[in-house]
């Protein structure tokens, strides 16, 4: 055997574990060569960039946190949390009368074309109306209360002349006293206890008898017991005590019973004779806003007390003995009476707590769990737009760079018409549309990815283009072409591949620009909508002032995670740069 036999099995022995014996290492053996795969470089040059690690470990946390999270999570994206509260109801309402109710006699009747006469004859101030073949005299009893009485013709006089209306004459002593009482320009005079009413009608003057037609007034009556309504809003009974109120009088008598009359700060108490409540007269009406329940007349009279003295709480006393606090509102002329009634309510903007880690937000749901499926929505609108970009830009950029000429400038113009469509207004207008349109929330993610990667495509397209222009003359795509291997697997199998490292920085780089307009278009209240969740549309509420400055965790942890995210993108995508790139040093 040669000598370069016997060296080829003694090259550079080495000592063995032990270290007692060398050991020796043949020319075949593969620890003697130690060579590594293109992707094992790339690797190596990127776990060397810190900031590339670190951007990497912030990424695989979003990553759990958006998609693992909400497996761990208690609640739902869409959960709403209520809880038992008090909340000031509107229980009745309050306002004071200005329109005159009628009260009508037994056996009469006062129509709505009457009452028309009436009223236009109170606005001329003229005591005398008629209707049809009816003529009807009121009497102001005192403000807001006229007595209408109904007027029975006994007599015409025209020239001196009698005209009996009924019988067969006028009787002397009628024809006497009408006589005098015109002497001294009186509208009424009695004889033998009948009054009677001188109406003067053109050239004719009618005497007249009169009876109790209706009552016309604003105060209302309130009866304290239930049993007593009808007896208190009888005519004979408004009749007799609006007189003595009238007339300011302490007692009336009605039907063989004595009442007195307690007078407040407008309105007035009525009591048997026995002293107890009876009725309440006032110009104030309070009505429940359930119809179905009754308001005993003791809180009639503490709202019309707290109205009358202009308060805007006041304490009513059940029948159980509880206090409850009601609260007045004044709309216009109306008085709104609310109660605390316990309902269930939504807890809105509810602080951290050990339940619910971030809070609550405007909804009534959990911050935390809504932030981990916003998250989710987040980075698939990034990821899918992105590889709409790169899929539509290698097809376009590839095919325009291997083939040249025509064909490359014809993809080229299309390019430059693309870009020459403003991004922005497009983007708010689609959005506007679909908002105007209704568009499912579901629908509408996939539609808005769809159209950010139609409009985002053409920078990937002029990148792959440029690479192939500079790589299709190379010796290897000679020896394809020589080969017969056709066009297509020539562009998509032998240059888009050289193209991938680059097309992987500038994708990856991208990514944080897409989540950015992603949550842009949130904040902008365009993108996804509710009750689906992203980044963007929770930081959405912050646009609100009072909100921004008093409910923190409301906008900080959504801005945190958009930040981190777009930072990680970007620490990723610059390690990937400084991998690829030949000249970096190993």
Do not use: C
């Not at 060397?48 to 609640?75: C, D, E, H, T």
């Not at 209707?131 to 020239?159: H, K, N």
């Not at 283009?465 to 697997?489: H, K, N």
């Amino acid at each position: 055997m040669s000598e370069f036999g016997n060296i080829n099995h003694n090259i550079k022995p080495e000592l063995n574990i032990t270290g007692n014996e060398p050991e020796e290492l043949n020319l075949d053996d593969a620890r003697r060569v130690k060579v590594l795969s293109p992707g094992m470089l790339v690797f190596k040059r990127f776990i060397r960039n810190k900031l590339a690690v670190v951007g990497f470990g912030i990424l695989l946390f979003m990553f759990a946190f958006a998609f693992l999270g909400p497996l761990f999570s208690s609640y739902g994206q869409t959960q709403v949390f209520k809880g038992v509260g008090s909340m000031a109801k509107d229980f009745a309402g309050a306002i004071y009368n200005d329109e005159l109710r009628y009260t009508v006699a037994d056996g009469e009747t006062f129509s709505s074309g009457d009452r028309a006469q009436f009223l236009f004859a109170l606005g001329k101030n003229t005591n005398t109306f008629s209707y049809g073949d009816d003529t009807y005299y009121f009497v102001s009893e005192s403000e807001g209360i006229y007595r209408i009485l109904q007027l029975d013709p006994v007599a015409e006089v025209l020239r001196g002349i009698y005209k009996p209306m009924t019988g067969e004459n006028v009787p002397k002593a009628l024809q006497k006293a009408y006589e005098t009482a015109v002497q001294q320009d009186l509208t009424a005079f009695e004889l033998n206890g009948v009054t009677y009413r001188i109406v003067t009608k053109g050239k004719v003057t009618q005497i007249s008898t009169e009876h109790d037609v209706a009552l016309a007034m604003i105060p209302v009556y309130d009866a304290y017991n239930p049993a007593d309504i009808d007896k208190i809003s009888s005519y004979k009974f408004k009749l007799v005590s609006s007189l003595a109120i009238s007339n300011n009088e302490d007692k009336f008598v009605f039907d063989g019973q004595n009442y007195s009359i307690q007078y407040d700060d407008g309105q007035s108490t009525i009591f048997d004779s026995k002293g107890a409540e009876f009725a309440q007269v006032s110009a104030i009406i309070v009505n429940p806003i359930d119809q179905s329940i009754f308001l005993p007349v003791d809180f009639k009279s503490s709202v019309r007390e707290a109205i009358n003295d202009r308060q805007s709480k006041f304490n009513y006393i059940e029948d159980n003995g509880e206090s409850v606090a009601y609260s007045i509102v004044r709309v216009n002329n109306t008085f709104n009476i609310k109660k605390e009634t316990p309902t269930e309510l939504i807890r809105v903007f509810e602080a951290p707590s050990s339940e619910h880690i971030l809070g609550l937000d405007n909804n009534g749901m959990d911050v935390s769990t809504r932030l981990m499926y916003g998250g989710q929505v987040s980075l698939l609108v990034g990821f899918v737009v992105i590889f709409i970009e790169v899929a539509i830009g290698i097809v376009i950029g590839g095919i325009s760079g291997y083939f040249g000429g025509w064909v490359d400038t014809s993809l080229m113009r299309f390019v430059d018409l693309f870009n020459s469509i403003p991004f922005w207004p497009m983007i708010l207008i689609f959005g506007s549309v679909m908002d105007a349109l209704e568009v499912n929330p579901t629908q509408r993610i996939f539609l808005l990815m769809m159209v950010l990667g139609l409009l985002s495509w053409t920078g990937v397209a002029r990148i792959v283009r440029g690479q192939i222009l500079s790589l299709r003359e190379l010796d290897f795509m000679v020896a394809t072409e020589a080969a017969g291997i056709r066009t297509s697997r020539r562009i998509f199998k032998h240059l888009v591949p050289n193209v991938m490292p680059l097309l992987i920085v500038t994708a990856t780089a991208g990514l944080g620009g897409i989540i950015i307009t992603e949550a842009t278009l949130g904040f902008l209240g365009l993108g996804v909508k509710y009750p689906l969740a992203s980044w963007g549309s929770i930081i959405n509420v912050s646009s609100d002032a009072y909100v921004m400055t008093n409910f923190w965790f409301m906008w900080i942890p959504a801005g945190l995670l958009i930040l981190l995210t777009v930072l990680g993108f970007n620490f990723v995508g610059d390690g990937l740069r400084d991998a690829y790139d030949p000249k970096m040093k190993r």
